[in-house]
Nanobody, 122 residues
């Protein structure tokens, strides 16, 4: 059974930074792309960023491009999301997910974590 566990969320002022971490169980971590999504109350789950199996390619939503950086460490079965210049509109529950491809659609991801809350105050 594959398990994904996120951490690193919290309360931060606008303009601040957070780094989210997602640890994935199992031996096949490097065989899959990984992604981050977020969901604000009353809204749909939105794509944030994705990284290829090797970590050499990344893909971002326009809303976070230039502020967020996704990366992975295959030796540690871990994917990261560095979030800088945070804005109140970044407030959401952030999920990591395992994907067959580096896609922006939630349907392309088969395993999900439980989420970590990020709250950005103005």
């Amino acid at each position: 059974q594959v398990q994904l566990v996120e951490s690193g969320g919290g309360l931060v002022q606008a303009g601040g930074s957070l780094r989210l971490t997602c640890v994935v169980s199992g031996r096949t971590f490097s065989s899959y792309a990984m992604g981050w999504f977020r969901q604000a109350p009353g809204k749909e789950r939105d794509f944030v960023a994705a990284v290829s199996r090797s970590g050499s390619s990344t893909y971002y939503a326009d809303s976070v491009k230039g502020r967020f950086t996704i990366s992975r460490d295959n030796a540690k079965n871990t994917v990261y999301l560095q979030m800088n210049s945070l804005k109140p509109e970044d407030t959401a529950l952030y999920y990591c997910a395992r994907g067959r491809t580096m896609a922006g659609r939630a349907n392309d991801y088969d395993y999900w974590g439980q989420g970590t809350q990020v709250t950005v105050s103005s």
